[in-house]
């Protein structure tokens, strides 16, 4: 019932910065944790970052900590992923997804948006 849609990807240089957003309509968005995934051409879509409903939690995928933050802005209903010391390897279409409980498996996410690409050159 939460409708998700992302923004915010695009070609940057390794060891630069972008920043993501997504934007979500529906009811009770605070009651959602948000998370974050990626998906790489001919891999598994994977977990990088998830954010509980009032923000006392985030977790992260250990390939992106310290590097990766994310945030949320209830009152604007959008969960944001703000991403520094870009890495090739972090090219991907990446996905914002809700869930009713702390989750980090991409099956157990009811609401997802498209996905946004990330390209991040050499």
């Known amino acids: 019932q939460v409708q998700l849609v992302e923004s915010g990807g695009g070609l940057v240089q390794a060891g630069g910065s972008l920043r993501l957003s997504c934007a979500a309509s529906g009811r009770l968005f605070s009651t959602y944790y948000m998370g974050w995934f990626r998906q790489a051409p001919g891999k598994e879509r994977v977990f990088i970052a998830l954010?509980?409903?009032?923000?006392?939690?985030?977790y992260y995928a250990d390939s992106v900590k310290g590097r990766f933050t994310i945030s949320r802005d209830n009152a604007k209903n959008t969960a944001y992923l703000q991403m520094s010391s870009l890495k090739p390897e972090d090219t991907a279409v990446y996905y914002c997804?809700?869930?009713?409980?702390?989750?980090?498996?991409?099956?157990?996410?009811?609401?997802w948006g498209q996905g946004t690409q990330v390209t991040v050159s050499t």
């Open positions: 954010i509980s409903g009032l923000a006392y939690n985030t």
């Open positions: 997804a809700a869930s009713e409980l702390m989750r980090t498996n991409a099956d157990d996410f009811g609401s």
